[in-house]
């Protein structure tokens, strides 16, 4: 199975953990404690506890940990609890048992002022549907929280307008939500979580209600605004290829549990049961596999300090018309053609730095297959994998690319096992928002699952 292990082994207080959840339950309804107490109820079949209960187990022993700065996206169909376990990371709803620490401290045992404290300081929560105050104006609203510290006006206001600024809506700030289109009002949200300089971001499908080509340029610009602040980002999202472009890791859900945690690499290529491979089976190869999966190391690599006739004898015992070329530490160079090692023979050359050819692609090992295919097409050669540190380490050729892409279309074995038909049926209602009374254990429209 892949990455289900869930970091156990973190100790509490490791200053690389923000949030680490351990065995988390919650069970809405009249009585939890009664459905927690008997060892056979706590692991029956949703509908069965809701009959004989009236309850619904929400969480079912949840645990995982959100690493410093990581892009931790919780994806699964609606209803598998997503809400409801991002809301009780910060006791939005109170686990019914189970503990959530952030840095290391417990936050279940907090009081109600250390809660609001927490709240204050260490997260910041986007919301789907905005959550924006609709009298106050951009500035107000994006200030709020501020204001609640006790924060004097204009150092509020000051504060806003950095965040304002930097999800792009500078001239807005006295305008009201109204006059804001969607993925305006969603910026707004941003901005208000991230005055309070919170160090933990909340996301509840920020963009789910946007339109398909706004939501991609806002997936944008919180990539950006990422790479830029480094928050640890706790991020929901029913729809796989958001979770795919933006999460470091992916944990997948389903009633209540997860049930895979990976890189999106790994829950696509090595998916842990049928539901998981159901759900990603529509994700394209070209937009998930990289550089590191398909490239190749080659049967030759030249060294900066080799001479140009060891480099040509080298390149004819192995039959090749070509190589890469490296430094110490196997910094990368470039490469080597057979004739352009001749031809610096024949001007007396010494050092194969003066033979390199210099039409030559490379790209970094998280290229994914679609940008890769454009620099394969542009070049005679292999195109060089050369890592943050400028060292090599791969080839790609077209024909691997090629070899990849066949190999994922092809059929999975016959004994697959099929997914019950239920567990991805669609559902009408795709609203993740939930009356306290109407629980409902749906799934979303196939469509909105894999787009
Ligand atoms: N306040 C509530 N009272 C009762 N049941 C709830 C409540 N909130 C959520 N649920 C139920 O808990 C389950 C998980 O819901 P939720 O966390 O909203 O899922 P998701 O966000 O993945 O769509 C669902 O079966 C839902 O009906
Ligand atoms: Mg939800």
């Not at 090692?341 to 030559?360: F, H, M, N, Q």
Request: proline share 5%.
């Amino acid at each position: 199975m892949a990455d289900t292990t869930i970091d156990s082994n973190n100790l509490d207080g490791d200053p690389e953990v923000s949030v680490e959840v351990q065995n988390l339950w919650k069970v809405f309804g009249p009585d939890p404690q009664q459905v927690m107490d008997d060892p056979v109820l706590r692991m029956a079949d949703k509908k069965e506890v809701l009959r004989k209960t009236g309850g619904v187990v929400a969480l079912r022993d949840v645990s995982f940990s959100v690493n410093k700065g990581e892009f931790f996206v919780l994806m699964g169909l609606s209803g598998s609890g997503k809400s409801t376990l991002i809301r009780c990371v910060i006791r939005l709803a109170e686990p019914t048992s189970g503990s959530v620490l952030i840095h290391g401290e417990d936050i279940c045992k907090y009081d109600e002022v250390q809660l609001a404290n927490m709240r204050r300081h260490t997260t910041g929560m986007v919301f789907q549907h905005f959550g924006l105050l609709p009298h106050r104006s951009v500035i107000e609203n994006v200030a709020y929280g501020l204001k609640v510290r006790g924060v004097e006006k204009e150092e509020r206001y000051e504060k806003a307008r950095v965040y304002i600024d930097k999800v792009g809506l500078k001239g807005w700030e006295d305008r009201l939500p109204s006059a804001l289109s969607g993925g305006m009002q969603q910026r707004v949200g941003i901005a208000r979580a991230l005055t309070g300089d919170p160090s933990i971001l909340l996301l509840d499908e920020p963009f789910s209600g946007l339109d398909p080509l706004i939501r991609r340029q806002m997936q944008d610009e919180l990539i950006e605004l990422q790479d830029e602040l480094q928050k640890t980002l706790l991020f929901v999202t029913h729809d796989l290829h958001e979770a795919l472009k933006v999460g470091d890791r992916i944990a997948i859900m389903r009633d209540g549990e997860i049930i895979q945690i990976g890189t999106g690499e790994d829950v696509i290529t090595n998916p842990s049961d049928a539901y998981v491979r159901q759900f990603v089976q529509d994700a394209s190869p070209a937009k998930v596999l990289t550089a590191r999966t398909v490239m190749e190391q080659p049967s030759v690599l030249l060294y900066s300090w080799q001479g140009p006739k060891a480099a040509l004898q080298i390149l004819r015992d192995a039959n090749v018309d070509s190589a890469f070329v490296v430094t110490r530490n196997a910094r990368f160079l470039g490469l080597v053609t057979v004739d352009r090692v001749v031809s610096l023979i024949r001007k007396r050359g010494t050092y194969l730095r003066d033979a390199l050819e210099p039409d030559l692609q490379t790209c970094g090992p998280d290229t994914v297959i679609e940008d890769l295919v454009p620099l394969v097409a542009s070049t005679r050669y292999p195109v060089a994998v050369v890592d943050e540190d400028g060292r090599f380490v791969g080839e790609v050729y077209v024909s691997t690319i090629i070899a990849n892409m066949i190999q994922e279309q092809v059929p999975e074995d016959a004994q697959t096992e099929t997914v019950e038909a239920d567990e991805v049926a669609p559902d009408e209602d795709d609203s993740s928002e939930h009356s306290e009374d109407s629980p409902s254990d749906g799934g979303l429209p196939k469509g909105d699952v894999r787009p």
